[in-house]
């Protein structure tokens, strides 16, 4: 099935604990993102990829590190892990249209990160 | 800032109504605007998508219309379902050299059709 994946889909940890989250499109798309759902379920964007280039680092602690090893695979890897980085992560892609513009986006089924 | 919001935060309705959920966004400069639903425990699935040229967008029992000018956008929803029940997602993306597609989505409306 063409679609994004994500794995895992639960994820829970210790704090201080470094873990990595993978996400995989096979839709052909040149730009991918990560965004996170809070405990009130707000979506809000953190990191986007095109062609493997940083595009969008919204302020988000450092201590978060996307890495994109080509235009189908953007990871994030979370070191020292808070009580608060606890949220589902949701991967999503896109096309770029133009300089500016991008099509439709398709999310992936989300991991559920608990930091205990 | 540019800031989406919907309303209501919740809607419960009968069986076969006809519904309508709303979004409103602070900035007219938009590229697209997408409406997503989400299950409890699930992603995102994208119901339509519209252009910032278009007016409206139908799917099967959907439409969706935009009116940037006042910046809002309606989902209406026909002979609504017990299957319909879910979190509707608003999210926006805007023109401009550093928005890059990023999506700015509202809280979203819950919505519980009982049979």
């Known amino acids: 099935d063409t679609a994004v994946s994500q794995t895992p889909k639960y994820l829970v940890t210790q704090m201080g604990n470094d873990k990595s989250i993978k996400c995989e499109q096979n839709?052909?798309?040149?730009?991918m993102y990560w965004y996170k759902q809070d405990s009130k379920k707000f979506l809000k964007i953190m990191f986007s990829?095109?062609?493997?280039?940083?595009?969008i680092n919204e302020t988000v602690p450092n201590r978060f590190s996307p890495k994109s090893p080509d235009k189908a695979h953007l990871n994030l890897h979370i070191n020292s892990l808070e009580l608060g980085d606890s949220a589902v992560y949701f991967c999503?892609?896109?096309?770029?249209?133009?300089?500016?513009?991008?099509?439709?986006?398709?999310f992936g089924p989300g991991t559920r990160l608990t930091v205990l | 800032k540019q800031e989406v919001t919907q309303i209501p935060a919740a809607l419960s309705v009968p069986e076969g109504e006809n519904l309508v959920l709303n979004c409103s966004f602070t900035?007219?400069?938009?590229?697209?605007l997408q409406w997503f639903r989400q299950d409890p425990g699930k992603g995102l699935t994208s119901l339509l998508l519209?252009?910032?040229?278009?007016r409206e967008q139908t799917s099967g029992r959907l439409n969706a219309s935009l009116d940037k000018s006042s910046g809002r956008s309606t989902l209406y929803i026909a002979a609504s379902q017990p299957g319909d029940s879910a979190t509707y997602l608003c999210?926006?993306?805007?023109?401009?050299?550093?928005?890059?597609?990023?999506?700015?989505f509202g809280q979203g409306t819950i919505l519980t059709v009982h049979p």
């Open positions: 999503a892609s896109s096309k770029l249209v133009t300089r500016t513009k991008y099509n439709e986006q398709f």
């Open positions: 839709l052909g798309h040149d730009t």
């Open positions: 990829y095109n062609n493997k280039e940083l595009i």
């Open positions: 900035d007219s400069a938009i590229y697209n």
């Open positions: 519209i252009q910032s040229s278009q």
């Open positions: 999210a926006v993306s805007y023109a401009g050299g550093t928005s890059y597609g990023k999506l700015t």
